[in-house]
């Protein structure tokens, strides 16, 4: 419990992103001592903004306490990213958050065929059947179905899961204690019992807008795949898949009407290369060489007269979907404004000309410009706080500016 209050202390931090809490535990190995270093070193770590080490020479361990007072009363665990039962599905994500709170069972999401389930929040009839439909049926064939507990769709799909008799998790953009919506409370209660609620937010955390896309890469970090049930372009659930298509996760989606709204989205991911899905037996296919149990399982659930047909139809590999994906969810013409090389370290001014006018992952600029990751996360944190490039959903970066040339 000691050190527990180190892990508290740093990921209450306001200012700190994940991404600077993975660099201060690289650095200083742990939270302990990055909490007893001396503050002159905050300032030489690569890519932390002043901000966040500012909030660093904050020592007040009272906050911490008090969190975990709550989570022993409150009958919540602490899980760390330093724990040896935090999942490797998760700790492998960009940015993993290094703390979870857990109200419930914790599964062993590495052995476990999880399988997000999200959708809108004002689904259609049919939505609520397909989404109610799947979760029982991958609780059936012994899968983990995990969702958020928003009203809609996430709700169906739970509700599917435990009336299936299988384990369900639910991710929560606010306190584990603290019922979002309302109407859902005894939701609440179900799920922590067949399973587990998780947060990276402390007791006691009111929702607020912002939290829920953060949450959402650990919805789809904890999972093989995501499948989108109904939405539109632009909502949660599709934040949900651009995550997941950043952490490599398969991307399944139930078809709906052409000419229906809430179809806009699943339809046009099918489109775009995912697997089109009418019942659970078409997504635990996908891994039978992994889950062959689920697989059988899956055999003995009620038919489709059009699975077999549609199974004819998926769509191309996973290689192939993320880079269509990138068509309709980066705008790649914007205006750039010009600025002057000397306002920039050679770092940063490198990753703007391999930028140019494409629109590349991390991966891509390190490639291209032979410079060591670290210096090229290190000057993309840079550019974005100077507003000179932009990160989409993806983890692509596109430059707003140009250098002016001599």
Request: with cysteine; aromatic share 6%; charged share 25%.
């Amino acid at each position: 419990m000691a050190t527990l209050k180190y892990w508290l202390w740093l990921s209450t931090r306001k200012g700190l992103r994940p991404e600077h809490m993975d660099r201060l535990l690289e650095h200083f190995g742990t939270p302990e001592a990055a909490y007893f270093a001396d503050p002159a070193e905050y300032g030489l770590l690569e890519g932390l903004p002043q901000a966040a080490g500012e909030t660093l020479l904050d020592k007040d361990l009272a906050g911490a306490e008090a969190i975990l007072a709550d989570c022993d009363r409150l009958g919540v665990r602490i899980l760390t990213i330093g724990d040896a039962d935090y999942p490797d599905r998760l700790k492998n994500i960009y940015d993993p958050p290094v703390v979870l709170y857990v109200k419930g069972r914790l599964p062993a999401f590495d052995e476990e065929l999880a399988v997000t389930v999200v959708g809108s929040r004002k689904p259609s009839e049919y939505g609520r059947r397909m989404a109610a439909r799947i979760g029982l049926e991958l609780a059936q064939a012994g899968a983990l179905v995990v969702s958020g507990i928003a009203q809609g769709l996430d709700t169906e799909a739970l509700k599917g899961a435990l009336k299936g008799g299988g384990a369900v998790v639910s991710v929560l953009g606010c306190g584990v204690d603290v019922h979002y919506p309302w109407e859902n409370r005894y939701l609440y209660d179900d799920v922590a019992s067949a399973g587990a609620l998780i947060s990276e937010y402390p007791p006691g955390t009111e929702p607020e807008g912002w939290h829920f896309p953060v949450r959402n890469r650990i919805l789809s970090g904890l999972s093989l795949g995501v499948v989108a049930v109904e939405c539109t372009l632009k909502s949660g659930t599709m934040s949900t898949v651009n995550q997941a298509l950043d952490q490599d996760r398969d991307i399944f989606a139930v078809p709906g009407n052409a000419d229906a709204p809430l179809s806009e989205g699943p339809n046009r991911l099918i489109q775009q290369g995912a697997k089109l899905v009418t019942c659970a037996r078409d997504i635990v296919r996908e891994y039978e060489g992994r889950f062959p149990r689920a697989v059988q399982r899956s055999r003995t659930l009620p038919p489709e007269a059009e699975a077999a047909r549609l199974e004819r139809q998926t769509a191309p590999s996973r290689e192939k979907r993320s880079a269509p994906a990138e068509k309709f969810l980066v705008d790649k013409t914007p205006e750039k404004a010009y600025i002057d090389k000397s306002g920039l370290t050679d770092d940063q001014a490198d990753i703007l000309l391999a930028l140019g006018d494409k629109c590349l992952l991390a991966e891509d600029l390190i490639e291209a410009t032979q410079l060591p990751a670290k210096r090229v996360l290190s000057a993309l944190t840079l550019l974005q706080v100077q507003g000179h490039v932009a990160e989409h959903p993806g983890k692509r970066f596109q430059a707003l500016a140009r250098l002016k040339t001599e």
